[in-house]
Structure formats: C-alpha cells, structure tokens
C-alpha cells in the first residue's frame, strides 16, 4: 500500500513515521475521540492523485480522513481507524476573476489566502467564518458561519461551483462561475456541510463584492443577560442589520483584553453586546448610526461607546476574537446550539436556571443576531464526564424544544453523533444514511463521523 501511494504522489508526499502532527483539530481534550497512530499522511498535489488515492483506497478498502487547517471542534477530522489522513495543504492555489467577481481556490487555501487575494484584486469576501487558518475545503465541507453571518450569511451562500473527489475516485465538477443554476439536483449543496463524508473537495468557484466600504463597531451595556437579548430582534425589525451582534460577558472582555496585553475600551454593564456595522458610504454608514444608538438607549444600562476609528475598531475584534482561548484551558465542551433568535432570551432564563441547579457556570459569548450561541461547559471539581453529559443534554432539550438544532456552525463530527438519532427526525436519519451509501458505498470516506 504505501508504495503505490509513493507512486501517485512521491516519496516526499507519504509520510509514515511522524505523523502526530496531523492526528487531532481544537477540539477540546475532554471530549475529543482517541486518534489511532497507525496511520499514513498522505499530501496529493492535484486532483488527478486524489482521485488515484481514493480509487486505491476504495479497491483495498482503507479508510480515508480528509483533513484541512484543523480547527474543527467537533472531532471531524481525527483518523479513529488505521487509514489515510488525506491532507490537502499542497493544493493551496488562488486565482481570483476580477471581471466575474469570483474566486477559484484550491481545498488547502487558507481563509485569509482568500482575503489577501480578494483585496490585492479590489474585491472583497464578506463572511469571516472562523480561524484564518482554516482552509477553504475544511470551510465548505463544514458550512463554517462565524460571527458575520447574521448579515453576510454563512460559507454555502458563496459557494458558486465545485471540483470534488468522489470516494470511488471519479473526479466531478459541479457548477462554476455561475449565479444561477437550476439544473437537476443540486449535488453540490449536498456535498456542502457534508463534513468530509460524501466527498474529497478539491477546488471550489466562491463569489467575491466590491470593497467593504465605511464601518463602525458600537459596544452596549446591559446588566442582564435577558435585557441584553430581548433587543436583538427590534434591532432586526427595524431594518439595521448589522454585520454581526456579538453577546458576552464584559469580565470575560476585560480578561481576554489583559491576555493580549491591551485594555477593553467599555467599563460599563455586567453584559454586553458588540455590534458592527458596514455600509457603502459614510452617509449611510451615519444613519445606521443613529438609528441603532436610538434603539439601544432604550435598553442598554449606560450610554453605547462607538468606536468609528479602524485601529479601535480592529482592537476591539481581535479581543472579540480570541475569547475562546481565555476560556478553553478551563472548558469541558462548547456548545453551539442556534434558536431563531427571538427565542434568545428564553434560552438564556433556561441557561441560567441550569447553573443555579448544577452550581456550573456557564459562560456564553454568542452570535446573538443568528441566534447562535456558544456556551461553556466549564470544569466543575469532582465531576465524572456523565455530569457534564447531563448539562448538555439538558441544554440541548432546551434549544430544541425551542425550535432550534443541537449544531449553528460548529457540525457534528465525532463529537455529536450520538446525539443525532435523538435531535433527528429518523426518517431524515434513513435517507442521509442512504445518500451516504450511494456516494461511499464501501464506507471508506470519514467512517465514524455525523452518523450514530
């Protein structure tokens, strides 16, 4: 076997011995499926040896991982058999079409790639669906959304064509530099947030906007979370639509601005949302302005802070950003459960009677215009892993029961298959389990993921 995966893609491109760096993503070391280290990393340069990988795999029946940047954290991309880990970072080429407004990127581009390049050519890629080191097949694969898809939408509304790998090593294209197309089934939106089961995505066609004109961010104080979420909605009925609300704890702002050695510009409120706006013009930009602090006088517990420098607004980000980090190192799990977003405030009553009845904390930072809200599930001493299971499944009861699902953005990988068949519709269960069969009827692609 490995000589003639040394035959496809070179000597250079197997790699047998090392192979721990490619062996786990972020999620986190509590709950994160064991990996087997009797595996072999295997990097093709083009789409004709992953099909040649794929077809050898598929006759020998070995199993195949499909890895990208692994930033996951739902165990998506951890080689749980002997097999392949099928990584995509040689295939790393943009090529962007100015006149179109589209992207043609290779799988193992990375998210900022596609931002440098969509910016040297005068063009713009609206969503930030995570990590800027996730590549742009991981991306797709997973349907990454992120904090400015309350506005922007998430990977899928960008996705225009795809070049895919099928598990028995056909190579496919599914449409291209196209807006509109209404021929058949729709495969490639299939293949989309398919998380590395259905197919190997190689290159992907992804529409691209003119520059993101004028922006503003606006840091609100609130002294409750339920106070904080009931105006997510007025917001949205009012027509402002921000790029992103952003709800956290202002302790957890303040902590995470000390981490980076930088302070948090917003003393007040013991919770708080961030609110960023972008519009073509100054003009409008202003308007937005207004209209929104109008909104929040009502509600916040002190006087909004705007931040309309770039150098503030970018600080303020970056802290946004790196929020996860302060928290992890005390974390068991992060939830990304999503409810339509007029039902935030419920789940939050919901949340907090959970942590009074378990004395748990549990720290949400959010994207509170989607609906999608990340909640900890911190390290409690002298608890078992069933304690913390009970937490989950109590939070998810509740995001269901109020019209929600158990996953926004962050999929379900290894992570929460178990869950599936409970949160699922079976029927909607039976048929993805036989589209699964009609793509990968040998099970060699990602076993032990999505499905219970």
């Not at 980076?260 to 013009?281: D, F, K, N, R, T």
Request: with cysteine; hydrophobic share 45%; aromatic share 6%.
């Amino acid at each position: 076997m490995l000589r003639e995966l040394r035959l496809i893609v070179g000597d250079d491109w197997v790699v047998a011995d090392d192979v721990s760096g490619y062996l786990y993503d972020e999620t986190l070391q509590p709950i994160r499926p064991e990996a087997s280290r009797d595996v072999v990393v295997v990097k093709p340069g083009s789409a004709e040896e992953v099909s040649e990988v794929l077809a050898l795999a598929n006759r020998r029946r070995v199993p195949v991982f499909p890895r990208g940047g692994g930033t996951g954290l739902v165990g998506g991309c951890v080689p749980t058999r002997s097999g392949i880990v099928l990584s995509l970072e040689r295939m790393n080429g943009i090529r962007v079409d100015a006149e179109n407004l589209m992207a043609e990127a290779e799988a193992g581009a990375t998210l900022m790639d596609l931002i440098k390049a969509a910016g040297n050519a005068g063009l713009f890629f609206p969503p930030h669906p995570g990590d800027e080191g996730a590549q742009i097949g991981g991306l797709i694969a997973c349907n990454a959304g992120g904090a400015s898809a309350v506005k922007t939408g998430v990977m899928r509304n960008y996705v225009k064509g795809l070049e895919v790998v099928l598990p028995t090593g056909e190579i496919l294209r599914l449409g291209g530099k196209i807006i509109k197309n209404n021929v058949g089934y729709d495969l490639m939106h299939l293949i989309i947030g398919s998380e590395g089961t259905l197919a190997i995505i190689t290159k992907a066609w992804i529409r691209l906007y003119p520059g993101a004109g004028s922006t503003a961010t606006i840091l609100a104080p609130f002294n409750s979370r339920e106070r904080a979420l009931e105006i997510v909605p007025k917001i949205l009925r009012e027509g402002v639509t921000p790029i992103a609300i952003e709800f956290f704890e202002r302790d957890l702002a303040e902590e995470t601005a000390r981490y980076l050695g930088l302070s948090w510009p917003c003393s007040a409120g013991e919770y708080q949302l961030m609110l960023v706006l972008a519009e073509g013009g100054e003009e409008a930009l202003l308007a937005a302005c207004e209209k929104l602090l109008e909104i929040l006088e009502e509600y916040a517990s002190a006087e909004p802070l705007l931040a309309e420098t770039r150098e503030e607004q970018e600080r303020i980000l970056k802290i946004r950003s790196e929020m996860y980090n302060v928290l992890k190192g005390d974390s068991v799990d992060t939830l990304d459960v999503a409810v339509p977003p007029a039902s935030l405030a419920k789940l939050i009553e919901i949340v907090e009677a959970i942590e009074k009845k378990y004395g748990i904390h549990l720290p949400i930072v959010g994207h509170a215009g989607d609906g999608n809200l990340h909640i900890q599930i911190m390290r409690v001493d002298g608890w078992t892993m069933r304690d913390y299971e009970r937490v989950v499944e109590e939070l998810y009861e509740a995001a269901v029961g109020l019209g929600g699902v158990i996953s926004g953005e962050h999929g379900i990988g290894y992570v929460k298959r178990k869950y599936l068949a409970k949160y699922l519709d079976p029927r909607a269960l039976r048929l993805m389990r036989e589209i699964k069969r009609v793509f990968d009827p040998n099970n060699i692609l990602n076993p032990d993921k999505l499905f219970p």
